[in-house]
T-cell receptor
Framework: EPEVTQTPSHQVTQMGQEVILRCVPI?????FYWYRQILGQKVEFLVS????????KSEIFDDQFSVERPDGSNFTLKIRSTKLEDSAMYFC???????????FGQGTRLTVV | KNEVEQSPQNLTAQEGEFITINCSYS?????LHWLQQHPGGGIVSLFM???GKKKHGRLIATINIQEKHSSLHITASHPRDSAVYIC???????????FGSGTQLTVLP
């Protein structure tokens, strides 16, 4: 069964460092998303991406965040200068259609120290 | 903005019991998702439904669009069903999902 894969599964970084979280969505999917879940809290939407551009973003997704689809398979989330409060589980998701079933990756646990 | 409320927050059951988790939302939607989050953190999509009822194995999801309410039922619960169950809906015409707070289910042997 096709799946969304995320790497790394866990990343520890120092405050102020840049991190790139990587995702390989399902190959025929067109819509890509990043969500995050701070420990003990609900999952929150960060950004959606379609046709090589951001289609929607939340207020969390400020100038410190960026997304890119550098090639036909990868979808990345970059945090330019990490803060302690960026520590969370980050999930990538993709859908074939705009309102199709969502397929989630296993998540990347980011710890900022 | 769509507010999503789930109940109960925590649920402990004995193996074999029938489980019901409820979800209500504030704004009309095209479809509602039920998701399962394992202790390791991974999220699995269980159902996407826009009307009526769907069944997959021991899991049944129902939705009442008029009442803006959905339920997830687990028949003959088993300890391996222990997980967080999350209801999620698209906020208005947007594509992304707004998540409920989740229901932590623990099934005891």
């Amino acid at each position: 069964e096709p799946e969304v894969t995320q790497t790394p599964s866990h990343q520890v970084t120092q405050m102020g460092q840049e991190v790139i979280l990587r995702c390989v969505p399902i190959s025929n999917h067109l819509y890509f998303y990043w969500y995050r879940q701070i420990l003990g809290q609900k999952v929150e939407f960060l950004v959606s991406f379609y046709n090589n551009e951001i289609s929607e973003k939340s207020e969390i997704f400020d100038d410190q965040f960026s997304v890119e689809r550098p090639d036909g398979s990868n979808f990345t989330l970059k945090i330019r200068s990490t803060k302690l409060e960026d520590s969370a589980m980050y999930f990538c998701a993709s859908t074939e259609e705009s309102r199709g079933g969502a397929f989630f990756g296993q998540g990347t646990r980011l710890t900022v120290v | 903005k769509n507010e999503v409320e789930q109940s109960p927050q925590n649920l402990t059951a004995q193996e074999g019991e029938f489980i019901t988790i409820n979800c209500s939302y504030s704004v009309g939607i095209s479809a509602l998702h039920w998701l399962q989050q394992h202790p390791g953190g991974g999220i699995v999509s269980l159902f996407m439904l826009s009307s009526g009822k769907k069944k997959h194995g021991r899991l049944i999801a129902t939705i009442n669009i008029q009442e803006k309410h959905s339920s997830l039922h687990i028949t003959a619960s088993h300890p391996r069903d222990s997980a967080v169950y999350i209801c999620a809906v698209p906020p208005g015409s947007a594509r992304q999902l707004t998540f409920g707070s989740g229901t932590q289910l623990t099934v005891l042997p």
